[in-house]
């Protein structure tokens, strides 16, 4: 039985693989990275703000001199880094991890979404030199430990089942954790917040639901019971 919600992208109910669908998500995923090194590298920022008769930003952040071999520093490897992870997540969940499949109009709208977001990390990195105030040191390191324990828990979650008896939407929760540590690594703090309010309201009010109402639909009490054992849907202890 296939759900019927117009918020819920998945094919749920349904077993399979959409080649098509998966070869243009891959595509996007697998690009991405090589976007997101060219903004690195090459800011459109700069050019952008003299187009508009502004004043360019500084330079952001660099933290060291260019690793040999990569052609970045140090912090703009780290960025880079997280596009690569989030891509290999994302392609290990199509090819091995999924069970429904993926039509193409859904593969192009994730693929897009996640180029998106990642495209402004990397801008907001860009112009983090211009508000320092709002970019304090330890973003980096609150940001990428936000960024590995969420990939883990994402990733985790989607392999086996234990932590679904923490919170009921283990993946979701991942999927929140590591876009927030990438956003704060890039941008600081101010960015990582609204990042996570953007997917903690997302999931809330569109994902946690849909996929409830489809859970409901096919297991009942089973799931009714799921729900009483396990009371948080995507925060253990608040929600």
């Known amino acids: 039985m296939a759900d ?12 399979g693989n959409n080649l098509l669908g ?31 008769g502004l004043r360019p930003p500084r330079p952001p952040p660099t933290g060291g001199l260019p690793l040999a ?4 520093t140090p912090y703009q490897t780290l ?20 069970n429904e499949p993926t039509g193409p109009a859904a593969a192009v709208a994730i693929g897009l979404f996640n180029t998106t977001f990642n ?3 990397t801008l907001a990195f860009n ?27 994402e990733t985790v979650g989607e392999i086996q089942r234990g932590l679904f008896s923490v919170v009921r939407h283990a993946s979701y929760l991942g999927y929140t ?25 997302t999931f809330a009010n569109r994902s946690v ?16 019971r799921v729900k009483r054992n396990v009371p948080y849907a995507l925060i253990p202890g608040v929600w």
């Open 127 to 153: 112009l983090a030199g211009e508000n320092p105030t709002f970019f304090p040191p330890w973003s980096v390191w609150v940001g990428t430990a936000l960024y590995v324990t969420g990939i883990l828990v």
């Open 177 to 201: 954790m590591w876009r927030t540590g990438y956003a704060t690594a890039s941008g600081g703090p101010v960015l990582g917040a609204a990042v996570a309010a953007f997917f903690i309201s």
């Open 22 to 52: 998966s070869a243009i998500f891959i595509g996007l995923r697998a690009a991405d990275p090589f976007l997101q090194r060219q903004l690195l590298l090459n800011s459109p920022l700069p050019a952008l703000a003299r187009i508009l």
């Open 69 to 72: 071999g990569s052609g970045m």
């Open 79 to 98: 960025l880079w880094a997280f596009s690569i992870g989030s891509a290999a997540k994302h392609i290990l969940w199509i090819t091995v991890l999924g």
């Open 119 to 121: 495209t402004l990390n």
């Open 209 to 224: 639901p849909a996929l409830d109402n489809y859970m409901s639909k096919k297991y009942g009490e089973q799931w009714a």
């Open 4 to 15: 019927d919600n117009p918020f819920d992208m998945i094919a749920r109910g349904q077993r």
